[in-house]
């Protein structure tokens, strides 16, 4: 696979983000330092880097926000990332919120709709069958895993999947609302972690993690951001790690939850396509087939026409003029 067109330099990369991300906070946000969730995964570490970069490591303050779901995982990676920058950094556990407003109940209730035995003890998540399979529909399925260790997989109804998904994100939802807590509390600004794939393609919750001041790595695919946390110096075993939704009971990657193709491939198809790069010439560099690159393609067209509304301001009965 060719990602050469995505190479950039790191170092002057950095830079440019950092300048501008301090004339933003500083600036037009009139803000003291910026507040970052912090998950253990490449996004966040590198939005922190910058930050500390930027604004010193005595303005960028640091919150770590399991649920019950989360995997341990998320939260040592996010404590040696912390360290590694010298930050402030708190651990703010929203499982309590979580359960006062009936997410793992609302859950349960979906799942239940297409597993009836489901109870206390089993574990589930949301798949969706991979876009380079032939004759492939992009239906999401649920998958359960009983105590015994018992899967099954089955497809679920338009109705249990948009449940599942609205219950789900109050976890985003609630997190925002913490870190925006805090934020207040100190007179900082809100930095957003979104990369350009999850920006573009609406891999994000409206009023949640999509919701912040700033989004300092929303222009790099995801390859740069992991090639500038190596410029960055973010410690390896943050930068080793697969990319996860860390959201469901069961572990799941984001391939298999929202993109449907491991992230390098679905990169450098994102790149082609904006770039006006005829299949043919995607699917070499890809190392797909022609109908493989198409099918992403008219993937990548259907995701920012259905998750236009996340992108969308409030909308207005006739412009106001800003103050």
């Excluded at 925006?180 to 007179?187: F, Q, W």
């Excluded at 069961?250 to 491991?262: D, H, M, N, V």
């Excluded at 190392?287 to 992403?296: A, G, N, P, T, W």
Aim: with cysteine; aromatic share 8%.
């Amino acid at each position: 696979m060719d990602l050469s067109p995505l190479a950039i330099d790191g170092a002057a990369e950095a830079e440019r983000i950092e300048t501008t991300l301090a004339r933003q906070v500083r600036g037009e946000l009139r803000r003291k330092g910026l507040v970052v969730g912090l998950s253990g995964g490449i996004d966040s570490s590198v939005v922190a880097a910058l930050a500390v970069r930027a604004l010193g490591a005595e303005r960028v303050f640091g919150l770590f926000m399991p649920d019950r779901d989360s995997e341990g995982e998320s939260t040592s990676l996010g404590r040696l990332l912390a360290d590694h920058l010298g930050i402030e950094a708190v651990l703010e556990d929203v499982t309590p919120a979580l359960e006062a407003l009936g997410c793992y109940r609302r859950q349960a209730e979906a799942a239940r709709a297409i597993f009836p035995e489901l109870d206390e003890g089993y574990q589930f998540k949301l798949v969706l069958p991979s876009i380079l399979d032939s004759g492939r529909i992009s239906v999401s399925h649920l998958t359960i895993r009983s105590p015994s260790g018992e899967t099954k997989t089955a497809r679920m109804t338009a109705e249990s999947y948009r449940q599942l998904v609205a219950a789900t994100n109050f976890k985003q939802r609630v997190r925002k609302t913490m870190e925006y807590y805090h934020a207040d509390r100190l007179g900082y600004a809100v930095a957003g972690t979104p990369n350009r794939q999850e920006f573009d393609q609406g891999f994000f919750v409206k009023q949640g993690d999509g919701a912040a001041d700033v989004k300092p790595i929303a222009h790099l695919y995801k390859t740069q951001v992991y090639a500038l946390a190596e410029v960055l110096g973010i410690p390896k075993a943050i930068r080793v790690r697969p990319p996860t939704t860390d959201t469901f009971s069961l572990a799941q990657t984001q391939e298999e939850f929202y993109f449907s193709l491991p992230y390098d491939r679905m990169d450098i198809c994102l790149f082609a396509f904006n770039h006006g790069w005829p299949a043919a010439r995607t699917a070499e560099a890809a190392d797909l087939s022609v109908e493989q690159v198409e099918r992403v393609y008219g993937d990548i067209v259907s995701k920012r026409r259905t998750t236009r509304y996340q992108h969308l301001p409030p909308q207005l009965v006739e412009a106001i003029e800003e103050v």
